[in-house]
């Protein structure tokens, strides 16, 4: 950490969609040992923000303002200012890198929202060392792509553990609930993926242990099953957008636990699978034609041209509107298998992760926070001796580019606090 560092979080991209919220999030909760400050290039609208912070929470700690860009000087005032800094400027493949570079160097700590997968990959290969050296957190993924898959697979791996003495064979997990839509910078950020990192990286990167620090002995094993199947405990699934950036993420929590608390390894075998759970066979095939059309279209420049016509524009998303979302709770599920072989039948576990608050969006701001808030946890807990290091394997392993679930029970605990409820029992 920076030794002048006087913030204790810094929110770059307050005036952006997601950024508004999160800037919300951290004013409901802002008490009076709370120093914080809202950045972005637009000083005029980081004023604008202010006022309604101090109009919508009279009583509450109001943020500091700092103007910055995307320059390297920008980058080094902002993780100069505070113990942790949350971005939420994207696409990251864009404007993001900056940023983790001098965070990384100056042992600052970083927490974000993308769900960027081949950018990370970028990340880890360029600054995890140095992260490592200065001590930095650096901890990319933390929002409603991939916090639930990693939480979630953490949970039930360590239920199975605890409950059969054994690692996990595998863990199917599932979108069971999703209320709302995609925001302009979502879609802005799905079309620069490939613009900026074409086909052959993005598949490089998409392998599931491309994000891991260490290999397996044995090949990766993949589920087999037809695109739309009945799962006896999920219901009837078909393959997730997601799937792929949550798995690079999960399998780097497989990786980096192999590597530095092996008693509490997942299982050599382990694997994981991302679904959406649908009504019936034939919403199953449409939304599955859907997202291989989309995957597709988004190849073509033509398509991506017009899309960006049409759809919502950066800076703008779903609303927000707290009734508007009471349909229904944002809930994944998942169940794991034991990886024994005791010829006594499958043991399972089956997970959960509930939010009824909000929509994706809402969860967004919630995570990002609450994961910033537990790197100043382990920050504090390691200062003072008094860090559980067999409960947070970030605070074990003290720095580098790690995950939502290396935060370990210091985040669960502050999840659950915030109503957000992460379960894992025997089936
Ligand atoms: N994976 C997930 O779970 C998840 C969830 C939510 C969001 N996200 C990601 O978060 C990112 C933001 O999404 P959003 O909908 O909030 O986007 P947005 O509304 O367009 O906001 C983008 C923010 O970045 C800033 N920005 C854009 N270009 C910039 C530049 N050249 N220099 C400095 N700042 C710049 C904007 O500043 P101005 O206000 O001045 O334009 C704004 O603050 C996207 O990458 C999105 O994919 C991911």
Same mark, same amino acid.
């Given at each position: 950490?920076?030794p ?11 005036t ?7 800037a919300?999030y951290?004013?409901?909760?802002a008490?009076?040992?709370?120093r ?7 000083? +005029?609208?980081?004023?604008?923000k ?8 009279p009583?509450?700690?109001?943020p ?6 995307l ?16 971005s939420?400027?994207?696409?990251y493949?864009r ?6 570079k ?13 769900g960027? =997968?081949?950018?990370?990959?970028d ?5 995890d ?12 993924q933390?929002?409603f ?8 697979s953490?949970?039930v791996?360590?239920?199975?553990r605890?409950?059969?003495?054994v690692g996990t064979?595998d863990v ?8 709302g ?9 799905f079309f620069?993926?490939?613009? *900026?990192f074409?086909?052959?990286r993005?598949?490089a990167?998409? =392998?599931?242990?491309?994000?891991s620090?260490?290999h397996?002995?044995?090949?990766y094993?993949f589920?087999? =099953?037809l ?14 957008l997601?799937?792929?950036p ?18 509490q ?5 382990f694997?994981f699978t991302?679904?959406?759970r ?5 919403e ?11 995957s ?19 800076g703008?998303?779903?609303?927000q +509107?707290?009734n508007?979302h009471?349909q229904?709770?944002l809930?994944?599920?998942? *169940?794991?298998?034991?990886d024994t072989?005791?010829? @006594?039948?499958?043991?399972k576990?089956l ?11 809402a ?13 100043l ?6 200062e003072?001796?008094?860090?559980k290091?067999?409960e ?17 029970? *210091?985040?669960?605990?502050r999840l659950? @606090?915030?109503?957000?409820?992460? +379960?894992a029992?025997?089936?």
């Amino acid at each position: 950490m920076p030794p002048s560092a006087s913030l204790d979080i810094v929110l770059f991209g307050a005036t952006g969609f997601t950024g508004w919220i999160t800037a919300q999030y951290i004013a409901r909760l802002a008490t009076p040992n709370l120093r914080w400050a809202i950045a972005a290039r637009s000083k +005029d609208k980081l004023t604008a923000k202010l006022q309604e912070l101090r109009r919508l929470f009279p009583d509450r700690t109001p943020p500091e303002i700092i103007v910055a860009g995307l320059d390297d000087d920008s980058a080094a005032r902002l993780a100069a200012a505070g113990k942790v800094v949350i971005s939420t400027v994207g696409p990251y493949c864009r404007y993001g890198s900056g940023l983790v570079k001098a965070c990384a160097e100056a042992g600052t700590h970083y927490i974000d929202c993308t769900g960027e =997968h081949p950018w990370v990959l970028d990340m880890i290969e360029k600054y995890d060392e140095t992260a490592r050296r200065t001590g930095a957190l650096i901890i990319p993924q933390s929002a409603f792509e991939s916090a639930p898959a990693d939480l979630v697979s953490y949970k039930v791996v360590k239920t199975i553990r605890e409950e059969y003495g054994v690692g996990t064979k595998d863990v199917h997990f599932s979108l069971h609930n999703l209320n709302g839509g995609a925001s302009g910078g979502t879609m802005e950020t799905f079309f620069s993926v490939i613009e *900026v990192f074409g086909l052959r990286r993005i598949a490089a990167s998409s =392998h599931p242990l491309a994000l891991s620090p260490v290999h397996k002995d044995r090949p990766y094993s993949f589920p087999r =099953h037809l695109p739309v199947f009945t799962h006896p405990v999920l219901g009837t699934l078909t393959p997730w957008l997601q799937g792929t950036p949550d798995r690079a993420i999960v399998m780097r929590s497989w990786g980096l636990t192999e590597q530095h608390a092996p008693e509490q390894s997942y299982g050599r075998a382990f694997a994981f699978t991302e679904y959406k759970r649908v009504k019936n066979v034939l919403e199953g095939v449409a939304l599955w034609a859907t997202i291989a059309v989309l995957s597709v279209g988004v190849l073509l420049a033509p398509f991506r041209w017009i899309a960006r016509r049409v759809i919502t524009q950066p800076g703008s998303g779903p609303s927000q +509107d707290f009734n508007a979302h009471r349909q229904g709770t944002l809930e994944w599920r998942a *169940v794991g298998v034991a990886d024994t072989n005791d010829g @006594k039948g499958e043991k399972k576990v089956l997970g959960s992760f509930k939010y009824d608050e909000g929509d994706a969006y809402a969860l967004t701001g919630l995570l990002i926070v609450e994961a910033a808030l537990s790197v100043l946890d382990v920050q504090r807990q390691r200062e003072a001796g008094t860090l559980k290091e067999e409960e947070c394997l970030a605070g074990r392993i003290g720095g580098g580019v790690l995950t939502p679930a290396s935060l370990g029970e *210091v985040f669960l605990r502050r999840l659950d @606090k915030v109503g957000v409820k992460v +379960d894992a029992k025997k089936l």
